[in-house]
């Protein structure tokens, strides 16, 4: 039995019973009207999308179409969970079986990474939750549930025990050179799946490594202003902190927007998933930072919000992302605070849908606008769309018409 139980007041039961009977957001008529064409929008565009992509696994659009693989890694891809993800959204609000057939194609064409462990990182979690979790909640597809916890293996397994973080990358993408020691934000929004699978095996190990992991990112990555460093580097050896670089942002120092986003919405998760008030506290410290400075560009996000003025690069799966995570926010606080987090996420959707947003049917990828790095030398990852974006897109939405499916 717990400590908690023998209270009798679990934290981590009463935020999930508290998530569970404050579903509801309070929408300005405008807001709502807005909500509803887009959703209108949506159902068209994913449907024609489903049917003409099927099983591809995409990640950007050069030409209004996706490419199947399209990216380096190929099947190994950190992203690849995002379109699984989208069609199992979608199957979840509409029951439309189009986007279950084309969800589960996918799966089987990426079941066999699961044994080539080279080609997998701690991006694991963003691979098999969107996509086998997501089956296994909606569907009870027990073969789906255990490529769920032999992800959740793999990734617990990355765990570092003398620094307290779970290892990113198997190498460095800029230089390939090895590095054990590196720990980035990103992996906040990873941790979920030992969430799941410490709830799902009853061993509470896996939330042990995802909550040491989190208290470790509280630490060093999150400053006293609510802005996050992207990378930090440990020696593996000792566990002793090191330096945090630069990363995908401007420099060291600077302040990464899409960094910002997954703090935002990771922090949240880890208070949802153990009732622990400190998470809580971090993810409105980080939304506040995001808030903010979203307030002062008109609410569609910069690549980095420390960056020189000029040029302006814009990345919209920050938008995305951080919208999707206010909203989450929103669920886990009081009355009167709600609404700082709803209207704050509709002001980014509603900004970014506008500039953004390609609804023609006949065209793959709704958001346009997502940048991956700062420094691109080519522009190729500067403002295009990129299927994340997309992803996170998709989920703010649902979440606003109460037909998300929790992946999380
Ligand atoms: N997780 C990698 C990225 O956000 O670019």
């Known amino acids: 039995m717990s400590n908690f139980s023998v209270l009798g007041t679990d934290p981590a039961v009463s935020a999930q019973k508290s998530a569970e009977e404050s579903q509801g957001y309070v929408l300005s ?5 807005w909500l509803d064409d887009v959703y209108a929008k949506l159902t068209v565009k994913m449907k024609a999308e489903a049917e ?6 995409p990640y950007t659009t050069r030409d209004g179409k ?13 992203t690849n969970g995002f379109w699984p993800g989208m069609l199992w959204q979608m199957y979840h609000a509409t029951g439309d079986e189009t ?13 066999e990474t699961l044994t080539g462990f080279e080609g997998l990182d701690h991006d694991i979690g963003f691979i098999f939750l969107p996509m086998s979790v997501a089956n296994w909640r909606e569907t009870g597809n027990a073969d789906a549930r255990r490529r769920g916890l032999h992800a959740a293996n793999l990734l617990a397994g990355r765990f570092n025990p003398a620094g307290n973080y779970i290892r990113a990358w198997n190498n460095a993408p800029w230089t390939g050179d090895e590095v054990s020691g590196w720990m980035i934000i990103d992996c906040i929004m990873n941790i979920p799946l030992l969430y799941w ?32 460093n992207h990378i930090l580097i440990f020696d593996s050896q000792t566990g002793e902190f090191i330096t945090n670089p630069g990363g995908q942002g401007y420099g060291q120092g600077s302040s990464w927007s899409r960094g910002q986003s997954w703090a935002v919405y990771g922090f949240t998760l880890s208070y949802l998933h153990t009732g622990d008030e400190n998470f809580l ?16 560009s008109g609410w569609v996000p910069l690549v980095d919000y420390r960056a020189p003025a000029e040029p302006v690069k814009y990345d919209s799966t920050a938008g995305m992302i951080t919208a999707a995570g ?37 065209q793959d990828s709704i958001v346009n606008g997502g940048t991956y790095f700062y420094h691109d030398p080519d522009g190729t990852n500067t403002e295009v769309p990129i299927i994340y974006g997309d992803y996170y897109f998709i989920e703010a939405i649902l979440k606003l018409k109460d037909k998300e499916l929790f992946i999380w």
């Not at 506290?281 to 002062?296: E, G, R």
């Not at 987090?341 to 006949?362: G, H, M, Q």
């Open 52 to 57: 003409r992509i099927g099983t591809m696994i």
């Open 326 to 362: 206010l909203l989450e926010l929103a669920r886990h606080v009081g009355e009167y605070e709600k609404p700082l987090y709803t209207k704050a996420a509709l002001n980014i959707l509603r900004a970014c849908e506008k500039k953004f947003c390609n609804w023609d049917p006949e």
């Open 197 to 228: 699978a410490a709830k799902e095996c009853n061993d509470p190990r896996f939330r042990h490594i995802a909550v040491a992991h989190a208290k470790t990112a509280q630490k060093y990555v999150v400053r006293s202003d609510g802005s996050c």
């Open 99 to 111: 986007y279950r057939t084309a969800a589960e194609g996918v799966e089987e064409r990426m079941k």
């Open 29 to 33: 008529p405008e807001d709502q009207a």
């Open 66 to 78: 996706y490419h199947d693989l399209d990216v380096p890694g190929g099947l190994y891809y950190w």
């Open 281 to 296: 506290a971090t993810a409105k410290q980080c939304a506040h930072y995001c808030i903010s400075n979203l307030a002062v």
